[in-house]
């Protein structure tokens, strides 16, 4: 089968889904009308799509080896400025292309389905939600969703905005980080602004607190290695002649391993505690681990690389040493089985203009499907054939 010309045939029709699945961005945990909407093309193109957890699952084939595709299927709560006809006009918009990535993947069913009694082995399909809030892949997982059979491999593409249309770019080892959601509570005495002294200003600490935590990277970590603390919010009082009696900071830390994670905290909450002291105030630090390091199988890297050059030409696959600080719940997969997570590029290289992912004016390019298609494609054959 000549999966390229394949891809080609259906490269209209898998536009149309994406646009389908873009008109109609959802968020979060719950995506009815996405959901529906991927179970009917999946029954049309012959398969049997189960519901798993909240989201929704199909299987081609039997026997070991057993592959997993994953595409994550919600949007964001962002008004869309695209330019495009078939803008979302609710408020959401899939800003991170997760339409691109459902849709390819419903391609790539459609092809495999097709071609069914060539798989030496099993593919299981995940179109998973909530990627962007509490991590669907985790809810799916334990869900049982690997299981029956198990999952021993598991691949996924995520689109880029910043890197070329036709391009596929692999990043060995470490991709993305580990995150940990923080919030420090800073606690004073709230009095009347023309008599300071009869109170205690949480608003000097705070400030101090969020300048001496830039400082934790900067000067307690060796400059070779990643890491982030960053402050995003930042809230205190309630009006113009009162002092402040409470403050409320937020922020997150992020680093690729998860030992460097744990000095970030404690230096976190040292900080944040000791400087709250010295002024007569209080701080409450408290942590919330999100996703894990998503680290990709070297062993899949060294099976995939050389398939996916001889599919698309040496020149148009990228190798990537840099890790990104940015983080996907992926990274589950990855922490119970062989994963390879690479990106897919999506921008014009005939245009000098990028706009980024989760901006209002993200318009990938539509031709990317393709590709993605055949990278799966390629992948599914490459790992089951081992």
Same mark, same amino acid.
Request: with cysteine; charged share 20%; hydrophobic share 40%.
């Given at each position: ?21 873009h ?52 949007g964001?709560?962002i ?10 006009t ?10 691109m ?35 669907? $892949? ?55 602004? $023309? ?27 060796a ?23 409470e ?29 709250a ?14 996703y ?7 062993e ?26 940015g ?8 922490q ?7 990106d ?6 005939c ?5 980024p ?26 790992i089951l054939?081992?």
């Amino acid at each position: 089968m000549d999966f390229l010309t394949r891809a080609y045939e259906l490269q209209e029709e898998t536009i149309a889904n994406r646009r389908h699945i873009h008109q109609h961005a959802e968020t979060g945990l719950d995506l009815p009308e996405t959901v529906a909407f991927v179970k009917d093309k999946l029954t049309e193109y012959g398969l049997a799509p189960t519901d798993c957890g909240h989201g929704v699952t199909a299987t081609l084939g039997k026997g070991s080896p057993v592959l997993l595709l994953r595409a994550d299927m919600d949007g964001l709560p962002i008004r869309e400025d695209s330019g495009e006809s078939f803008s979302c006009t609710t408020g959401t918009m899939h800003a991170c292309g997760h339409d691109m990535h459902t849709a390819i993947l419903l391609g790539t069913a459609a092809i495999l389905k097709q071609n069914a009694d060539t798989l030496p082995g099993t593919v299981k399909l995940f179109f998973q939600p909530s990627e962007e809030t509490i991590g669907g $892949a985790k809810q799916m997982i334990d869900a049982g969703c690997l299981e029956d059979p198990h999952v021993e491999n598991v691949i996924a593409l995520h689109v880029d905005p910043m890197t070329d249309l036709g391009k596929l770019k692999f990043t060995k080892g470490c991709m993305n980080a580990a995150t940990t959601e923080m919030e420090l509570t800073v606690r004073g005495k709230a009095c009347h602004g $023309a008599h300071p002294d009869t109170g205690i200003d949480v608003l000097p600490p705070a400030c101090s607190i969020v300048a001496a935590l830039q400082t934790i990277v900067s000067r307690n970590l060796a400059p070779t290695t990643p890491a982030v603390v960053t402050v995003g919010t930042f809230q205190s009082g309630t009006a113009k002649n009162v002092i402040s009696g409470e403050a409320r900071l937020g922020g997150t830390i992020r680093a690729l391993d998860l030992d460097v994670m744990a000095y970030l905290k404690e230096r976190v909450q040292k900080i944040a505690v000791d400087t709250a002291e010295a002024y007569g105030t209080s701080c409450e630090v408290f942590f919330e681990d999100s996703y894990p390091p998503l680290r990709n199988s070297d062993e899949l890297s060294a099976l995939l690389l050389p398939a996916m050059e001889e599919v698309f030409g040496t020149e148009n696959i990228l190798r990537n040493e840099i890790p990104s600080l940015g983080a996907d719940d992926f990274s589950y997969f990855t922490q119970t089985c062989r994963g390879l997570y690479f990106d897919l590029g999506t921008h014009d290289p005939c245009s000098d203009e990028y706009f980024p992912l989760h901006s209002e004016h993200f318009a990938p390019q539509e031709e990317a499907v393709k590709v993605g298609m055949l990278a799966e494609l390629t992948a599914v054959y490459t790992i089951l054939h081992g």
